[in-house]
């Protein structure tokens, strides 16, 4: 009876794995996304046959990592080929193949649902139940100037190191363009051993962040050794009402931080919020704005011994040596008209672009340089030291826009 219950177990245990497998032949017809089916192409629906045009294809599996695999190019033609998951995050950037030519690469992307237990659930806001982040199926997008895939393999990943990251409209997977944020660029850098689980969203505070039972969701999800990073002052620094205020409320939430994080087996790291272009009258240097946001997140990674990346001082460097006029390139300033259904000018001297994102995501990885942190020896081998004293130039860089398009401006200054 025991032996009986033994092989009954395995075997579902092979079943279960074998499902959380798939492997799909791209070169010949795929359907369109159902949840019946649970695979397909998905939110803009089956490419027109022989078209080298952007597409997403989505795969439902529960919640965790999962390790992807894609094989780029195409028989008969050249091709460029850019790969994003979830909410537009960035795992591979444009791919260059000539014809008959492909090449392979891993990343694991991380599926998440605002599920945590039959009592508990991310209390998420009503914008965010329409983002990929928040579903139940984990959705690639590929983009750029003439995608060509023949072979994406999705199978379970439970050995990948997590990096949790924690934050606010700075942080987040920007859902729709042209907002962009640091944590959904950063997973590009990284090869297969290392999975970014990106938990922040607009408007919150470190209080509200917990208050919402986001940690909650990251503790359901890490192992011990995962990292959680936490960026937090933009918001916080605007709470009213008793005990508000960077060295009590503030400091408290990120001392709660590094209590559960720590007694969970996890590596805690604090990032210092980003500057807001907000330049004195002179137009050469940026205005402090985060009062002593900053100052009480170091003190406390003092008192407690928690790394901190410098992402306060890295970005103003960056402003200033951008300019007045150049800096504002790297944020959502554009023109009327840019974009579908833009019948105003977009100046948002806080939300960063597809650009300013990306260079941001380069000064969190020189900032876990700086600290030393274990994972940099994870860095994929097209990664180059950045100064945000020589920035990439804006005039070069190149975004290929998702199909989802925003106006609003997300929550949060």
């Given at each position: ?5 033994l ?34 192409y ?90 990929l982040?928040w ?8 983009n ?24 606010n ?62 960026e937090?002052g933009?918001?916080?620094q ?23 994080v ?42 407690e011994g ?26 959502v ?28 995501a ?52």
């Amino acid at each position: 009876m025991r032996k009986s219950s033994l092989v009954i177990i395995l075997l579902l245990w092979i079943t279960t794995v074998a499902a959380q497998t798939f492997d799909f032949d791209m070169t010949k017809s795929q359907p369109a996304y159902t949840d019946a089916l649970g695979y397909g192409y998905d939110v803009n629906g089956v490419p027109v046959k022989g078209a080298m045009t952007p597409f997403y294809f989505s795969v439902k599996v529960p919640d965790g990592n999962y390790k992807v695999t894609v094989t780029l190019g195409h028989k008969k033609k050249p091709a460029q080929t850019v790969v994003r998951g979830e909410s537009r995050r960035l795992f591979i950037d444009k791919v260059i193949t000539k014809k008959g030519c492909f090449e392979t690469f891993s990343f694991v992307v991380n599926k998440r649902s605002p599920y945590i237990n039959e009592k508990m659930s991310v209390r998420i806001k009503d914008r965010e139940k329409e983002y990929l982040n928040w579903d139940d199926r984990l959705t690639l997008e590929f983009n750029g100037p003439a995608p060509a895939v023949s072979r994406i393999r999705i199978e379970r990943d439970t050995t990948a190191t997590t990096l949790f990251l924690c934050g606010n409209s700075t942080v987040v997977d920007q859902n729709e363009e042209p907002w962009a944020s640091w944590g959904q660029m950063i997973p590009c850098w990284f090869d297969d051993s290392i999975c970014i689980s990106n938990h922040a969203e607009s408007g919150l505070t470190a209080t509200s962040f917990l208050a919402q039972n986001r940690l909650e969701k990251i503790l359901s999800m890490m192992k011990s050794g995962d990292y959680v990073f936490c960026e937090f002052g933009h918001n916080d620094q605007k709470e009213k009402g008793p005990g508000s205020g960077a060295y009590y409320n503030f400091a408290f939430a990120l001392k709660r931080f590094v209590d559960i994080v720590q007694q969970k087996g996890g590596h805690l790291v604090f990032v210092t919020p980003t500057q807001r272009r907000q330049f004195d009258e002179s137009g050469t240097h940026i205005r402090e704005t985060h009062g002593d946001y900053p100052d009480a997140m170091r003190e406390v990674a003092r008192r407690e011994g928690i790394p901190v990346i410098e992402l306060h001082d890295m970005t103003r460097t960056f402003f200033e040596t951008l300019g007045f006029e150049n800096s504002k390139r790297a944020l959502v300033h554009y023109p009327a008209n840019t974009f579908p259904g833009q019948d105003k000018a977009l100046a948002d001297n806080t939300h960063f672009n597809p650009y300013g994102a990306y260079e941001v995501a380069k000064m969190v990885v020189m900032g876990m340089k700086a600290t030393d942190l274990p994972v940099i020896s994870h860095l994929r081998a097209n990664w180059q030291d950045f100064s945000p004293a020589h920035p990439d130039y804006f005039e070069t860089y190149e975004w290929y826009p998702s199909v989802v398009f925003e106006t609003l401006k997300p929550d949060g200054n």
